[in-house]
């Protein structure tokens, strides 16, 4: 392999790679991430689109168009994401307030619910052992109710 191609990964894909790293770790310091509410759903730890657009445009100095293209970049790359649909582009000329969100915090929300259930189920087993194995009937009969429903 040529000296810039190490494990096949071309030096201009590595420059490419560490620049999005970097514009990835630029947005996340410097955007406003927060818990945001539309309706009644709360989405944890979301930025706005049209801040996102405006930070790459600033700071990177470039047009509309291809901060948009770069900030997809980052969301094909799996870095961030729509908070409800994880295939919705950026898109050039956006109005609407879209939250997007970072992954890795995603995941760690997720992870951080998960433990939080954990620890109260095993909370609720030592405290009555009957009323949890009720719930866990109940949730049963529930997800076997909705599931009928849904078959309707």
Same mark, same amino acid.
């Given at each position: 392999? /040529?000296?810039?191609?190490?494990?096949?990964?071309?030096?201009? &894909?590595?420059?490419?790679?560490?620049?999005? $790293? @970097?514009?990835?770790?630029? =947005?996340?310091?410097? =955007? @406003?991430?927060?818990?945001? #509410?539309?309706?009644? #759903?709360?989405?944890?730890?979301?930025?706005?689109? +049209? $801040?996102? %657009? *405006?930070? !790459?445009?600033?700071? @990177?100095?470039?047009?509309e168009a291809t901060a948009v293209a770069t900030l997809n970049g980052l969301r094909v790359e799996e870095c961030i994401q729509? %908070?409800?649909?994880?295939?919705? /582009?950026?898109? !050039?000329?956006?109005?609407? #307030?879209?939250?997007?969100?970072?992954? $890795?915090?995603?995941?760690?929300? !997720?992870?951080? &619910?998960?433990?939080?259930?954990? +620890?109260?189920?095993?909370?609720?087993?030592?405290?009555?052992?009957?009323?949890? &194995? *009720?719930?866990?009937?109940?949730?049963?009969?529930?997800?076997? =109710?909705?599931? #009928?429903?849904?078959?309707?």
């Amino acid at each position: 392999l /040529p000296a810039n191609n190490i494990m096949g990964i071309s030096e201009k &894909q590595t420059t490419s790679d560490t620049r999005q $790293d @970097e514009l990835a770790r630029a =947005l996340k310091e410097n =955007l @406003e991430i927060k818990d945001r #509410k539309w309706r009644t #759903k709360t989405y944890h730890q979301c930025f706005l689109h +049209s $801040d996102a %657009v *405006d930070y !790459v445009r600033k700071h @990177e100095n470039v047009d509309e168009a291809t901060a948009v293209a770069t900030l997809n970049g980052l969301r094909v790359e799996e870095c961030i994401q729509h %908070v409800v649909d994880p295939h919705k /582009p950026f898109q !050039v000329g956006q109005t609407k #307030k879209l939250y997007f969100r970072f992954l $890795d915090d995603e995941r760690s929300h !997720v992870r951080q &619910q998960k433990q939080k259930a954990a +620890s109260n189920n095993e909370f609720l087993k030592l405290i009555n052992p009957q009323m949890f &194995q *009720d719930i866990l009937q109940q949730t049963d009969e529930f997800r076997t =109710l909705q599931f #009928k429903m849904h078959r309707m």
